[in-house]
């Protein structure tokens, strides 16, 4: 099966500054990647994803590449606020699955954002 | 609408007793999805159910039983709780748009600890 993993588990910025979370894969045939943001006593949430077709894939402050050679895809987070601290899970699947959609996560980062 | 929402908040049980977890989603969602989270491991997946009348193992499925109720419904049970199941239990659901769309829709989680 499928194979995720995320690296730091943790990561400390200073405000304004950029982040960086990267994760690998281990199936070749998984073409669906989203990042799932988890705040603090809740449930995750979905913030971006990237499917094989595509390199980069943007939204404001959020960034997603993609490098299906290497096999890895990594999250950016440019200018951060203090709202961006939270535990970010990467993920990858193979779509279209027919039936269900089974996601592999990662282990998690947990970003600080420093004042 | 509420989304997906979860009860119990919080439980504590000592090993040995039973429990359900209940979930429902109001999104009208064809798959519905349990996950256990623990420290430095992620999310992994308990069991899923792409249809109603339907219900499959995950990663992670022994000491677990599911029941997929109806479209909205689908429950956790813990027939005999061990110590190895303190956790924090996710129930996510899904509508699977094909190649145009796709996310899962957290509840708050339920944390049991078994003593």
């Known amino acids: 099966g499928e194979n995720v993993e995320q690296h730091p588990s943790t990561l400390s910025v200073q405000e304004g500054d950029s982040a960086v979370i990267k994760c690998t894969y281990s199936d070749s045939a998984s073409n669906y990647f989203p990042w799932y943001k988890q705040e603090l006593g809740k449930g995750p949430q979905l913030i971006i994803d990237i499917r094989s077709n595509v390199g980069e894939k943007k939204d404001q402050r959020i960034a997603v590449t993609l490098n299906k050679t290497a096999k890895h895809f990594s999250l950016h987070i440019t200018e951060t606020q203090p709202e961006d601290s939270a535990v970010y899970f990467c993920?990858?699947?193979?779509?279209?699955?027919?039936?269900?959609?089974?996601?592999?996560f990662g282990t998690g980062t947990r970003l600080t954002i420093i004042p | 609408n509420a989304g997906v929402t979860q009860t119990p908040k919080f439980q504590v049980l000592k090993t040995g007793q039973s429990m359900t977890l209940q979930c429902a989603q109001d999104?009208?969602?064809?798959?519905m999805y349990w996950y256990r989270q623990d420290p430095g491991m992620g999310l992994r997946l308990i069991y899923y159910s792409a249809s109603e009348g339907t219900t499959d193992k995950g990663e992670v499925p022994n000491g677990y039983n599911v029941s997929r109720l109806n479209k909205r419904e689908f429950s956790l049970r813990l027939e005999s709780a061990a110590p190895s199941q303190t956790s924090v239990y996710f129930c996510?659901?899904?509508?699977?748009?094909?190649?145009?769309?796709?996310?899962?829709?957290f509840g708050p989680g339920t944390r049991l600890t078994v003593t």
């Open positions: 993920a990858a699947s193979k779509r279209p699955s027919f039936g269900n959609e089974k996601l592999t």
């Open positions: 999104m009208n969602h064809n798959s």
């Open positions: 996510a659901s899904s509508e699977d748009l094909g190649l145009a769309a796709y996310e899962q829709y």
